[in-house]
């Protein structure tokens, strides 16, 4: 009998998560269908990116920064410390596009990660009503920053962020991909951002629009100058304020290509992972559990149940990869990379261990060639 009631939990979780979340990314707006009228007059927007040797990468996200068809904006470019071609890479974009300035950062002020200190310094230089901070590979479409400032304005948000397409290399970090859009989807709940009375905040590193009175009214990057999450908080720093916040679905508009295979989407989350729960201790061994008992076991579970409880389970794995094939609508992956979820789930588990492990072990992070002692990163809460 337990065994029945343990597959029937097991079920209704499945059915419960579901229908919360294919309702939820319903909910959430696409960037490139957004159709609201022009504003009267457009304001400014100053794009703002950090880049520490993105040399292989700014030469083909660049030129579609510059491309974009809004009429009234800058590009900063805030060359952090790079140690490659990146600022002559910067220079010659700048020396055809006057609309593109160059920040370098020589060194790094104690107490500041380095790619927060970076968007606070090209933030201070911006003149725009807006800015718009993006990371140095993104690739925008023409109409993604016009379709965004003139919903904003219309619904006079202080914040609009946008979730990009996450381009894949190969079935298993497509597995990946879409396995963290599900998990990034579950931990913020991110059509709640736009219901004042809600609690749910955030915002996404590729795409955050913000105002920039209400940026600097806020302190800028300042309050959150060691968080290695700078987007969620930076969006918790808006919500707590009062501002109207916004998070859509930025596929279609906005476009990265986040890692090449696995190990190196393992390494690169790494320093991210520990601190996206707060460096709570005992929350990756609970996510560990939890993807043991809810992604992986009901595979196990059908070669050993039988009757009612192997119905059950069968059900389960339904529901699982019937959200995880519908979440590709979402994350921009393909239906394999769904049918894969307990792959994805499984190494997102891994990542979150190994994160907490490596974060103890090391005294800290290490990110863009500094180490920051795990006591200061702790002390930055918001």
Known sequence: MSGLIAALLLLLYWLATSALVMRGNRRLRRLAALSAPAPVSWPKVSLVFAARNEGATVGAAV???????YPDYEVIAVDDRSEDDTGARLAAFAAREPRLQIEHVRSLPPGWLGKNHALHRGAARATGDWILFTDADIHFEPDALRRAVAQAEADRLDLLAAAPRLHEHGPLLGAGVNAFSLFFTLGILPWRIVDPRSAAHGSVGAFGLVRAAKYRE??????????????????????????????????????????????AMVRGLTKNAYPGVDYRWWVPPL????????????????LVASGPAWWCYLGSLALMLWLAVDQTKFSGGRVLHGLLLPFGAAVFGYILLRSMIVTHATGGITWRGTHYPLAELQANRV
Not at 63 to 69: C, E, G, R, S
Not at 290 to 302: H, K, R
């Open 63 to 69: 030129p579609t920064m510059l491309a974009l068809d």
């Open 218 to 263: 806020l302190g800028g990057h300042e309050p959150i100058r060691l968080r290695p999450d700078d987007d969620v908080k930076l969006g918790k720093l808006f919500k707590k304020s009062g501002a109207r916040c916004e998070l859509m679905l930025g596929a279609g508009a906005i476009a990265v290509a986040w890692y090449d295979t696995v190990p």
């Open 287 to 302: 996510v560990a559990a939890w993807v043991l008992a809810f992604f992986l076991w009901p595979w196990a579970a059908l």
